[in-house]
T-cell receptor, first 114, second 112 residues
Framework: DGGITQSPKYLFRKEGQNVTLSCEQN?????MYWYRQDPGQGLRLIYY???????QKGDIAEGYSVSREKKESFPLTVTSAQKNPTAFYLC?????????????FGQGTRLTVV | GESVGLHLPTLSVQEGDNSIINCAYS??????FIWYKQESGKGPQFIID?????DKRQGQRVTVLLNKTVKHLSLQIAATQPGDSAVYFC???????????FGAGTRLTVKP
């Protein structure tokens, strides 16, 4: 069945390490997004991609990087430059960023720095 | 754009009562609005959406009201059930930067 899948569900990172969060969708959506969620706060946009091989920074892109080599995949790398990476990360996709339709979310990855 | 709050508003209702969750937005150019439900440790789920050319839209047990004059959105849940307990987010989008902006959310607790 169609959907958006994030892995892993839980991830632990040591100080100074880069880690990559996976996001895959089989909805044939053009647009994909990464959000960060901290306790008691709303979702903040890290990066988005409207089409393959294109991506744009969101509000809090510093310390993160992404790629969009395939339509169905939009991995997020949390680099050592991100000073406070512990958070819940959500990936989403939609038909198109310019289209007024809902975004579908994955189940999230909880990243903890140890 | 809409600010992200540091404190999560809470709403506690009795099972079977109606719930009303409110959301204020600041961007006059916002033309599309969505309500999402997020259960603990999971991703947000779409509940209902509304476009700015409407002021009311109904779904199954849910109604969204949009008041553009005062920039206010509300979600009404009829006959609230324990399974409705979750955090509810409103999201807004405008036609200029096309970014979806999320509010801080409201935690709904349903008492049996």
């Amino acid at each position: 069945d169609g959907g958006i899948t994030q892995s892993p569900k839980y991830l632990f990172r040591k100080e100074g390490q880069n880690v990559t969060l996976s996001c895959e969708q089989n909805l044939n959506h053009d647009a994909m997004y990464w959000y960060r969620q901290d306790p008691g706060q709303g979702l903040r946009l890290i990066y988005y991609s409207q089409i393959v091989n294109d991506f744009q920074k969101g509000d809090i892109a510093e310390g993160y990087s992404v790629s969009r080599e395939k339509k169905e995949s939009f991995p997020l790398t949390v680099t050592s430059a991100q000073k406070n990476p512990t958070a819940f990360y959500l990936c989403a996709s939609s038909i198109g960023r310019l289209v007024n339709t809902e975004a579908f979310f994955g189940q999230g990855t909880r990243l903890t720095v140890v | 754009g809409e600010s992200v709050g540091l404190h999560l508003p809470t709403l506690s209702v009795q099972e079977g009562d109606n719930s009303i969750i409110n959301c204020a937005y600041s961007n006059s150019a916002s033309d599309y609005f969505i309500w999402y439900k997020q259960e603990s440790g999971k991703g947000p789920q779409f509940i209902i959406d509304i476009r700015s050319n409407m002021d009311k839209r109904q779904g199954q047990r849910v109604t969204v009201l949009l008041n553009k004059t005062v920039k206010h959105l509300s979600l009404q849940i009829a006959a609230t059930q324990p399974g409705d307990s979750a955090v509810y987010f409103c999201a807004e989008k405008d036609g200029f930067d096309n970014d979806m902006r999320f509010g801080a959310g409201t935690r709904l607790t349903v008492k049996p």
